[in-house]
C-alpha cells in the first residue's frame, strides 16, 4: 500500500557528493521509521542511515561524519546527502519504510533502489 522511488544515484569521484531522495506515496499515515540501506556485489544489505518521525537519527559506523538522513514529512520524502564520497560506498541503495510499534516492525517495504558509484 506503500510505495517507495528513490532517485538522486549516480556516478561521481572520490571526495564528491550525491544527494538521494526517496519520495512515498499510498498509505504513507503507517510509516513512522524510514532509512537507507546498501548492497554491494557480493556483500549482504547493510544499514545506512535511519530516521523515526519524531526525528531521532541513527548512522553505520563507516558513514558517520560524512553522511546526513533527513525527511520533510509534508513532501513524504527522505534524503540521505552524501559527502566525501568513498569509493567503497559503492553500492545500489535502497529506502526502507516501517511502522514500528511496540519494538515490533509491523509493516515494511522497499524502494527499487538507486545506484551509487563512487570512482577512484
Known amino acids: 500500500q506503500v510505495q517507495l522511488v528513490e532517485s538522486g544515484g549516480g556516478l561521481v569521484q572520490a571526495g564528491g557528493s550525491l544527494r538521494l531522495s526517496c519520495a512515498a506515496s499510498?498509505?504513507?499515515?503507517?510509516?513512522?521509521?524510514m532509512g537507507w540501506y546498501r548492497q554491494a556485489p557480493g556483500k549482504q544489505r547493510e544499514l545506512v542511515a535511519t530516521v523515526t518521525s519524531g526525528g531521532t537519527t541513527n548512522y553505520a559506523d563507516s558513514v558517520k561524519g560524512r553522511f546526513t538522513i533527513s525527511r520533510d514529512n509534508a513532501k513524504n520524502t527522505v534524503y540521505l546527502q552524501m559527502n566525501s564520497l568513498k569509493p567503497e560506498d559503492t553500492a545500489g541503495y535502497y529506502c526502507n519504510a516501517a511502522r514500528i510499534v511496540s519494538g515490533l516492525k509491523r509493516y515494511e517495504k522497499w524502494g527499487q533502489g538507486t545506484q551509487v558509484t563512487v570512482s577512484s
Open positions: 499510498g498509505s504513507t499515515f503507517s510509516i513512522n521509521a
